[in-house]
């Protein structure tokens, strides 16, 4: 897929006619509430909400969908306690494992964008393995794991000069993490924010919030948002 960098006219038209969003962008969020609505442990939220995204990865390529982006762990989310913290990066580096073979399988190319410094070795190690892994794969599983869309803005501005304008804005946050434009940005846990999440790709994209904790979503719950996005009318603005 041609990753796209600004919104021309061309693009505007070739977007508003089609019937597939190709960049898709979830939210999961609402894995804590889930569970402490059924009296669980807040982990057994996030081992839900691990389990509902494996069983959803078959689904990529059927939908048409090229890219999927998902937010796992935000820089915000460091403000935890240091349990659960601990619990979501030991469950970050089983979902590389899980995710691999699936992937694999799939076609799934798999990526993990956000800061890398401060993420443990064993699960950085697990990162470089599915990455290499899966490279051959034509559709594209984006993870953001200790990310912050304000960070990676400042930082791309940092690399660019006072004279630059939105499209070369928009080359630079691209190289700086393989990104593009979202067509479809999904939220679960009945919430309605962006959460510091892909602010700048998601200028135009259409929002839905399916009113459920991201471990009740299903398939079915896809295809709604993707018959949904169907019957938008996108304007970007015109």
């Known amino acids: 897929m041609a990753e796209m960098t600004n919104l021309d006219t061309s693009a505007r038209e070739d977007f ?8 898709v962008a979830i ?15 807040s982990f057994e939220g996030h081992r839900a909400g691990l389990q509902r995204l494996v069983d ?3 689904r990529v390529r059927p939908s048409g969908i090229d890219v999927l982006t998902l937010f796992a762990f935000s820089t915000a989310n460091w403000q935890r306690e240091d349990s659960e913290v601990t619990n979501l990066l030991r469950l ?13 399988r799939e076609g799934i190319r798999v990526e993990v964008i956000g800061r890398k410094d401060r993420l443990p070795d064993s699960l950085l190690a697990g990162i470089e393995r599915t990455q ?16 912050s869309a304000r960070d990676a803005i400042v930082e791309a501005a940092r690399q660019v000069g006072s004279d630059c304008d939105a499209e070369e804005f928009s080359r630079t946050l691209a190289a700086n993490c393989d990104t593009c434009d979202v067509d479809l940005l999904i939220r679960t846990g009945k919430e309605q924010r962006l959460s510091d999440f ?10 839905y919030f399916p009113d459920l904790y991201w471990p009740e979503f299903t398939s ?6 993707l018959d949904w996005f169907q019957q938008r009318d996108r304007r970007f603005g015109v």
Not at 198 to 207: D, G, I, K, Q, S
Not at 220 to 225: N, Q, R, S, V
């Open 220 to 225: 079915a719950t896809l295809d709604t948002a």
């Open 92 to 104: 970050a580096d089983y979902a590389m494992r899980r995710f691999t073979p699936v992937c694999r």
């Open 16 to 23: 508003a006619t089609q019937s597939t969003p190709r960049h």
């Open 56 to 58: 959803l990865l078959p």
């Open 132 to 147: 290499r892994l899966t490279a051959g794969g034509d559709k594209h599983l984006r993870i953001a794991l200790d990310y």
């Open 27 to 41: 939210i999961m969020d609402g894995n804590r509430r889930w569970a402490r609505e059924r009296g669980l442990p």
């Open 198 to 207: 892909m602010l700048w790709e998601c200028a135009f994209a259409e929002l």
